[in-house]
């Protein structure tokens, strides 16, 4: 079982930038990816951007240039760096942990980003 804990939501005006940090627990195994996804009021859950225990990343085509996906050190924690925020970001952010053995996905509680124009 994998545990997600979310930090660094909440309200900042467009063209600012907050932080998004997710620290996992449990049994962590080498063979995974974390990422970020969003949803906004009355709209499916969509992915933002992934990023394997080997480092390779991948973003939603309307973030790419203003958001970075990174990893910590022990590689159980995952960064947003959101810059450039624009209304349209707003949502509740998740993370995931997913593993590539058991092919579960584990996620966060959320937390919720609002950018105010």
């Known amino acids: 079982q994998v545990q997600l804990v979310e930090s660094g939501g909440g309200l900042v005006q467009a063209g600012g930038s907050l932080r998004l940090s997710c620290a996992a627990s449990g049994i962590i195994f080498s063979s995974n990816s974390m990422g970020w996804y969003r949803q906004a009021p009355a709209k499916q859950r969509e992915l933002v951007a992934t990023?394997?225990?080997?480092?390779?990343?991948s973003y939603a085509d309307s973030v790419k240039g203003r958001f970075t996906i990174s990893r910590g050190n022990a590689k159980n924690t995952v960064y947003l760096q959101m810059n450039s925020l624009k209304p349209e970001d707003t949502a509740v952010y998740y993370c995931?942990?997913?593993?590539?053995?058991?092919?579960?996905?584990?996620w966060g509680q959320g937390t919720q980003v609002t950018v105010s124009s």
């Open positions: 995931v942990y997913h593993d590539y053995i058991t092919g579960e996905n584990y």
């Open positions: 990023i394997t225990n080997g480092g390779s990343t």
